[in-house]
């Protein structure tokens, strides 16, 4: 059968996004990883399937949470896993939901999307959206992170924001540019799940115009290194916040793929941490399933 698609991207962050509301596809991994190669198939970091979430078993209780939160965001890693949660994925989500009818965001209203790690609220922007990643914690065990390009290991800080990341600050651009991320970090001790690790350098001086600067690569867990990384994004801002004391509310993160902005603030049940940047369609165009 011809499986439809739309091919959207992030900040270069590139997923086929696949219309199954009733939940009756049942994609396998294999299939996934068939979509993705960038060889053999349409290519892209991951797959991002639409569904209304009353037909999603692992997600229908998030109704009771937030009843407008009709679509869940079912995002699958290149290799076939599941993801947790994707931070640019939900901004090309919504995009594909608004441009494709299934849903509206008028000025001043947002959009509730349910993904496996709970309700995720998007916003219009002027150059994009910006989704509310919820909040984070920042773990207590140190990392070792073993890198291709590194000439000894170095100490990364383990946090969760939907899923886990781990941030390593580099001294230069130089060092930055000089790591093979074609192959795995290698992190010590190897965590339960696996993570992304992230790599950054930042600004000199830090902060200009009340706005701190950082740059980064990523290497996501599933996938590879990729363009950008939206929760890896914010992540990269929420560990250099966290060593910088805590202080600086307002983040410019560039990556291979682009720029998109980070922002920390308050809400009733604690702080959270959001991005904001653009979402785009590409192309359209069908799949032969085997």
Known sequence: ????????????????????????????????????????????????????????NEVSHLLREEPNATWFMDYRNADGSKGEMCGNGARVFAR???????????????????????????????????????????????????????????PGLYLTIGNPHVVVTLASIEELEALDLTRAPVLEPALPSGANVEFVVL??????????GLTMRVYERGVGETKSCGTGIAASAIAIREYAG???????????????????????????????????????GSWLRS
């Not at 270069?12 to 990883?33: C, K, M, Q, T, Y």
């Not at 008028?106 to 989704?131: E, H, Y």
């Not at 600004?203 to 701190?212: F, H, K, Q, R, T």
């Open 203 to 212: 600004d000199d001086p830090l902060i200009s115009e009340g706005v701190a």
């Open 1 to 56: 059968m011809n499986l439809s698609f739309i091919k959207g991207q992030g900040t270069g962050n590139d997923f086929v996004l696949i219309h199954d509301p009733n939940a009756e596809l049942n994609l396998r991994d294999s299939e996934i990883r068939e979509i993705c190669d960038r060889h053999f198939g349409i290519g892209a970091d991951g797959v991002i399937i639409a569904t209304h979430t009353a037909a999603a």
């Open 246 to 284: 805590n202080t600086q509310n307002y983040w410019r993160v560039r990556v291979p793929g682009g720029q998109v902005a980070v922002r920390m603030f308050a809400t009733e049940d604690g702080e959270h941490a959001g991005i904001s940047g653009p979402a785009e369609l590409s192309f359209s």
């Open 96 to 154: 594909y939901l608004l441009d494709g009818g299934f849903a509206e965001l008028s000025d001043g209203s947002t959009l509730p999307i349910a993904t496996r790690a709970g309700i995720k609220d998007i916003t219009a922007t002027v150059n994009g959206f910006a989704v509310d990643l919820g909040r984070w914690k920042v773990k207590s065990d140190e990392v070792l992170v073993h890198a291709s390009g590194l000439s000894v290991p170095r």
